[in-house]
Structures are given as structure tokens and as C-alpha cells.
Nanobody
Framework: QVQLVESGGGLVQAGGSLRLSCAASGRMSSSDDMGWFRQAPGKEREFVAAIRRSGGGTWYADSVKGRFTISGDNNKDTVYLQMNNLKPEDTAVYYC?????????????????WGQGTQVTVSS
């Protein structure tokens, strides 16, 4: 089993920055990918970013490209999401996720492990 714990959410004004962290524990494999999703009230959980831990490839949703950066520290089994130039529409609960092996889809159903979520609120 894998446990994921997020931290770093909060309230920020539009244009500001936040950095989310996700620490993984348990039976992580170097081939397991990690990512971030978000869910706003009344909306489906949506893909934000993912990182290939073996090789470092990254993927982003179009809505966050150029503003968000995902990075990882394999020695610590930790992944980060640096969020810059935040907008009110970025307001959501942000979830850390991990897949068993390389992720196959941006659909949240293809990620097996989830953190408890951390609230990000961007005021206008």
C-alpha cells in the first residue's frame, strides 16, 4: 500500500503563488508515476500535472501550462507543485495521486492511490 500526504494549500490573492508538497510512504516503485488533480465544487476531478519518476518527464493540463511546475525528489518520494500567477478559477481541493507503474491516462480513475486533499483558494 501507498500513503500520500499533501501540504501547502491556503488562501492567496490572484497573481500570487503557492507550493504544494506530497510525501509518499509505503511500497512505492521507481516506475510509479505521481501527479496532481483538483476538484472544484460541483465539478469532476480534473488532471493538473504529472511526473514520470523514472526519467523526469512532465505533463500539464492546458489551463496551467506556463504557470504551474511539477517536480519530484525520488530520494524523499516527494512531489511538488509550484503554482504561480494563480487565478480565481484555480480555486479547488488539490489531490496528490500515484499510479501503479506508468500512468496510462489523464483520467483520475487510472490513478490508484490518493491523498486526502488540500484546499487552495484564490481571491480576486
Amino acid at each position: 500500500q501507498v500513503q500520500l500526504v499533501e501540504s501547502g494549500g491556503g488562501l492567496v490573492q490572484a497573481g500570487g503563488s503557492l507550493r504544494l508538497s506530497c510525501a509518499a510512504s509505503g511500497r512505492m516503485s521507481s516506475s510509479d508515476d505521481m501527479g496532481w488533480f483538483r476538484q472544484a465544487p460541483g465539478k469532476e476531478r480534473e488532471f493538473v500535472a504529472a511526473i514520470r519518476r523514472s526519467g523526469g518527464g512532465t505533463w500539464y493540463a492546458d489551463s496551467v501550462k506556463g504557470r504551474f511546475t511539477i517536480s519530484g525528489d525520488n530520494n524523499k518520494d516527494t512531489v511538488y507543485l509550484q503554482m504561480n500567477n494563480l487565478k480565481p478559477e484555480d480555486t479547488a481541493v488539490y489531490y496528490c495521486a500515484a499510479s501503479r507503474g506508468p500512468f496510462r491516462s489523464y483520467d483520475f480513475r487510472f490513478f490508484e492511490y490518493w491523498g486526502q486533499g488540500t484546499q487552495v483558494t484564490v481571491s480576486s
